[in-house]
């Protein structure tokens, strides 16, 4: 379960786009108001990433990059690059966490554990803003020409996984980069590029895992 949070923790931190600038006038209330009219407006968008995570336990930060597809209102594909590659997918009812180096495969079922459900919709808030401000303290500010999101956890059990992100976009409300610090100190800055909204997504959220993977399941059947 460790796994899982780690890498659903860093899924809040890519918001839709699209923001007016007179947002920062009525501030969290109208800029949810936007972000949410802008994916109800166009429910799919891809993304490509780069990510750099620095950790007590390295003298250097690790590096990374990768690909994020979503679909509301719970549909997304997350797939990490290079020399540690994974690939997290979920279609709605069901989550896949694949680890090819390894051949193991993490299955996860939604509507089984309430928890579970729970921490899926707050962690991956940031894709749709639909329920944001019921797990998140939302901070929005002026950045330059750009703007600002500071989220807090309101709860405990969420700030075991995440202690606060920070999303900067541009005059145009296209995410540029967001910041996210977890617990014991580890902070990662992600840097987005190509971002693209659409009204429907041409990506699989499906997954079937290769015939010889290890597969778990951490929630049990």
């Not at 597809?69 to 540690?84: D, I």
């Not at 330059?144 to 409300?173: C, E, H, M, Q, Y």
Request: one cysteine or more; a positive charge; proline letters at 5%.
């Amino acid at each position: 379960m460790c796994r899982f949070f780690r890498i659903l923790s860093l899924l809040a931190l890519l918001p839709a786009c699209g923001i007016a600038a007179d947002e920062t006038r009525d501030a969290g209330a109208a800029l949810l108001a936007k972000l949410r009219g802008q994916r109800a407006q166009f429910p799919a968008m891809t993304a490509e990433f780069t990510e750099e995570r620095t950790t007590r336990l390295l003298n250097k930060p690790l590096l990374s990059a990768g690909t994020i597809a979503f679909h509301a209102p719970n549909k997304f594909r997350r797939e990490m690059q290079g020399t540690s590659p994974s690939l997290t997918v979920c279609n709605g009812s069901e989550l896949w966490i694949y680890y090819p180096n390894f051949k193991e495969a993490e299955h996860y079922t939604l509507g089984q554990r309430q928890f579970f459900d729970d921490s899926l919709a707050a962690l991956t808030a940031g894709l749709n803003f639909q329920e944001v401000d019921r797990f998140f303290r939302v901070s929005p500010s002026r950045d330059g020409d750009g703007f600002r999101i500071s989220l807090t956890p309101k709860s405990s059990g969420l700030r075991r996984f995440v202690t606060s992100l920070t999303v900067r976009l541009n005059a145009d409300g296209i995410i540029e980069s967001s910041e996210a610090l977890l617990p014991k100190g580890d902070r990662v800055v992600t840097t987005y590029r190509n971002v693209r909204s659409a009204k429907k997504s041409d990506t699989s959220f499906d997954f079937k895992p290769p015939a010889e993977a290890h597969i778990s399941t951490p929630l049990g059947k």
